[in-house]
């Protein structure tokens, strides 16, 4: 793979991949307890992360399932941890059917109700998702609504953090353990990544442990899987294109076949790819991948 692909999508902490990978690692639950513990505001005494969490590998063009994090802390909460790097307008939704996926697969026929677990599912988003509200980490519990101080369902809660509005507050505490631990989560300031690595010995570790995933083989070859398929891609949609002018098929199905290829561009640049990548991948021009929106 050329060297250029590889310094242009560089991988972050908050790649989905990546972030479970290294918070599900065996060896690795210290991380997830100093962060989780700060955030619930709870001690954690046991952690035990799901066996459905080992890595499993995907591509762009068929990403099976959701890649997440649950795990299991006290043995009476369940956890499940999502980073979400771009909107695609259902957040609500989706977290709603996770919680209730995992709260419906608790018990079996016969089991005592008290034997439920809370669940909580927490929403890492590199997007806003209340432009209207202050504030970067969102805590949602149902209340009666002339009691707002009694929380009637304890067993659901969710938190959703925005990276954006994190970023940009206004006041930086890098004594906080959350806000170490987003400034390493977010990668995108190395030199507040260096800062909290200072004042938090298990990020320094941690940021270790992902220099050396990253520069896993396991990795890697999933970066050449991921180049890979966008040549391909590339190459059978032109295939069809010439194929179709050649034997005089309809114009709709050409257009359809030049839209085909500005779907993996812009695929192409979700994922970080160089723009002059782009350009000599899928015979676009500078102007015309400009003018994708992502």
Known sequence: MSKEVQINKELKVKNDIVFKELFSKEGNQEFLIDF????LKIKINRIEIYKENELKKHNIYEKSERIDLRVNINEDKIIDIEIQLKDN??????????????????????????????????TIADYIIWPEYKGYIHKSMMVLEDHRDYELNKYIRYYYIELPKFRKREEKNYEDKVEQWLT?????SKEE?????????????AKVEFKYYTGDEEVQRMREIEERNYRDKISELAYERDEGKKEGKKEGKIIGMELGIKKVAKM??????????????????KEEVSKIKI
């Open 268 to 285: 192409m640049l979700k994922n970080g790819v160089n723009i002059n990548m782009i350009c000599k991948y899928t015979n676009l021009s």
């Open 36 to 39: 989780l513990s700060n955030l």
């Open 193 to 205: 990544v260096e800062k909290v690595m200072k004042k938090n010995e298990l990020i320094k570790k």
């Open 89 to 122: 307008k259902n957040i609500i939704e989706r977290t709603t059917k996770y919680a209730s996926d995992i709260m419906s697969k608790q018990l079996k026929r016969g089991d005592d109700y008290k034997k439920i677990k809370q669940v909580i599912v927490i």
């Open 184 to 188: 390493f989560i977010d990668d995108e």
